[in-house]
């Protein structure tokens, strides 16, 4: 076997993590028109062929208007369930240990969808990969940074009877224009609840915003984040507050924040001595779910193994896992590698 062939396999085969997803972003299009018409929702688009031939995307807000439009046909629990547990099925099968994944509430609020209905389907599907496979989970609540601080502050109030099971908050949706420090506020209110803190930063964003993300929002971790290697003192903070990177490279390549996935900057983030991890993001909509991300990476990027051990061991040192499941996880992987 060629050394190409053999990390695919290795990375196929290694224990994984997924710290950046968004549950809507799973929705692969049989599954769409299937609850559509389940739901007797109209789809814009009329085929499956159709929908999939309209993910060209040159930009985010490209993409989101795809995204909002696909989770409009969600509308009871069992939906949410069933969009949750085809995912946990799809990367039980690619050997994911440990899934931390975003949920969108606004988007189904706006819809008239409860916040009881959306994350009782899906935390149940959680509980029940959990009791199935030993699959571990945390759930992040996310904010849709293009919507106001005011209808942020609502969702938190929405989602207070729940919060036992919520983990963490995110913010996410159209970047530029919607800097963090619009959200000041509720993610003072979401630290005071002893939440964990995440944020969508550096994707189109500018570095500052990566900036007001540590700062401002003071985030334990940051999505994306690829901007800020446009900024030297910015790296040196990331790396003194030991934050996390989630990295995203199929969506960063459909997305067009790299133009080519040769020139992803994976290897200079592992250089710089980042804690880059590996996600998928959307990957109904960005072409592959986490064993395709690495695919890719290894393919394009040439990756070497030591790299590779490195990506896998960040994703589960830098989840929200607890210690002695951590230890586990990295026992297995160490003795895979070495
Ligand atoms: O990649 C993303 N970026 C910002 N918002 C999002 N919401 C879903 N996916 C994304
Ligand atoms: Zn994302």
Known sequence: MNTTKALVALAQ??????????????????????IAQRNKVDLKYKTVEELKAAYQFTQLQDFLDLYYQGMSVLLHEVDFYDLTMAYLEKVHS???????????????????VPFEIQISGIYNA?????????MTSKLIMSFLRHLSEESAFETLEQAKPFIKWIDGIGLDSSELGHPPKK??????????LRLKITAHAGEEGPPEYVWQAIDIIKVDRIDHGNRALEDELLIAEIKKRDLTLTVCPLSNLKLCVVTDMKQHPIRSMLELGLNATINSDDPAYFGGYMNDNYTALIEKTGINKEELFQLAKNGISCSWMDKTAKEIHLKQLDNLFH
């Open 94 to 112: 690619e050997n994911v240990v440990h899934v931390e994944i975003f949920f969108d509430p606004q988007g189904h609020l706006s819809r008239g």
């Open 183 to 192: 959200f000041t506020n509720v993610f003072k209110a979401c630290r005071d």
């Open 126 to 134: 959680l509980q029940d990969a959990g009791k199935k496979w030993g």
């Open 13 to 34: 085969k290694m224990p994984k993590t997924e710290l950046h997803l968004h549950i809507e972003g799973t929705f692969e299009a049989d599954q769409m028109f299937a």
